[in-house]
């Protein structure tokens, strides 16, 4: 038996709708692709949403539509499409360090940074908590920032009773197979309430115009087929959620006395789309959880800033990323993760720290 890190849930339903629009749709940017524009808007809480092909192409094409070409404030700890992102659409990453107990860009690094270059914002709500957005909120207001939120694993958190995706100037998500919810393979959304963003994105995503384009664009549409998928997927998410933070509060009940770790925040906000700790002897802990069949991720193994295509971008060291990336572990977390392979799980993370015999 094999307990994996993550697991996408695949029903009768998807699989019957992607098989229908195949046959009654264009197979891209079909009619599907409009009704789950409309349906993630509204669920999100925001007037537009423009579905793109994967969360990397809303990032970039999130920055072209603001015209950024300075700085973008990031956090060191993020998958690597967060800063590349900030490169590929012309900007330069500026690296504020992470809080060592959220794992989110800490506010007060943030001020520390901020210079006359920085044009923008990029909080990323990372393993599926949201960040402290009145702190950054107040940040942007005060210096005339931008905030581009990186929601591609936070698909239904909420800040103060307001989805994130909904708190900046435009929110970018991911369906890539992992996320909290899919397309079945490859697909972003970007959300906004500015008319402006969301005209010059539908552009952008379609070589800027097409026969007639306006701008240098990307072929960056959505499959029809991961459209209607990801419909089905997103009638499922507050549900799968829920489930996510359940399994996390047990996760806490049963690994909350072992010394040697330090878990997440528990908060019904989170939606958890990893259940990441900090661990001593993380390494070899993995690997002994491997052996038991448990397969654990590590997300992510070298901080950003000590990438080579990022070095350049560093001026300073970053503490708390370069911690995390040494000790964090994420353990299995998926809404069909069972509760008693959960208690395994923990119950062999105590055997290892020999804590039960
Ligand atoms: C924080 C973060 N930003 C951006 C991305 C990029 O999304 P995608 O893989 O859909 O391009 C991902 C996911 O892969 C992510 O986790």
């Keep these: 038996m094999v307990i994996p890190t993550s697991l996408p849930i695949v029903d009768e339903e998807m699989e019957r709708e992607v098989l229908r629009v ?49 700085k973008v404030v990031v956090p060191p700890m993020t998958f690597v499409a967060t800063v590349e992102s900030v490169v590929l659409a012309g900007g330069q990453p500026k690296f504020a ?27 990323v709500h990372l393993y599926g908590l949201p960040c402290d957005m009145k702190h950054i909120l ?5 210096h005339g920032l931008y905030i581009i939120e990186d929601c591609a694993q ?6 103060k009773d307001k989805k994130v995706g909904s708190l900046g100037n435009v929110g970018c998500f991911s369906f890539y197979s992992t ?37 240098v664009g990307y072929n960056a549409r959505m499959n029809t ?18 489930r996510r ?15 040697n770790i ?28 491997r052996d038991k069949g448990i397969l654990c991720g590590v997300h992510y193994p070298v901080a950003i800033h000590e990438l080579k295509p990022y070095r350049g971008y560093a001026d300073r060291s970053y503490p708390n990323s370069e911690y995390h990336s040494k000790t964090c572990l994420s353990l299995p977390m998926y809404p069909t993760l069972r509760e008693d392979e959960l208690k395994m799980v923990c119950e062999e993370i105590k055997k290892f720290y020999g804590e039960v015999k």
């Design 22 to 70: 195949l046959r009654e749709e264009f197979f891209v940017g079909g009619q599907s692709v409009e009704k789950f524009e409309e349906e993630f808007a509204d669920y999100i809480g925001v007037d537009y949403a423009v579905a793109v092909s994967s969360g990397t192409d809303a990032l970039v094409i999130a920055l072209r539509c603001l015209g950024i070409k300075g």
């Design 262 to 289: 330090k878990l997440p925040v528990i908060d019904d906000n989170h939606v958890y789309h990893l259940f990441v700790i900090e661990a001593e002897d993380r390494d070899k802990l993995r690997e002994y959880l």
């Design 97 to 123: 360090d992470i809080d060592k107990d959220t794992w989110n860009i800490d506010p007060e690094e943030i001020e520390k940074i901020i210079d006359k270059d920085v044009e923008a914002i990029m909080p």
């Design 245 to 259: 933070r359940k399994l996390a509060k047990l996760y806490y009940q049963y690994l909350r006395d072992v010394r």
């Design 225 to 242: 087929m991961n459209a209607a998928f990801g419909r089905v997927q997103l009638r499922r998410l507050n549900e799968w959620n829920n």
């Design 154 to 159: 936070a698909h239904g958190a909420i800040y």
């Design 179 to 215: 996320k909290n919810m899919t397309v079945g393979g490859n697909g972003g959304m970007i959300t906004t309430n500015d008319r402006k963003i969301a005209e010059k994105a539908k552009l952008l995503r379609e070589h800027g115009g097409g026969n007639f384009a306006e701008l």
């Design 138 to 142: 107040d940040i942007a207001n005060d």
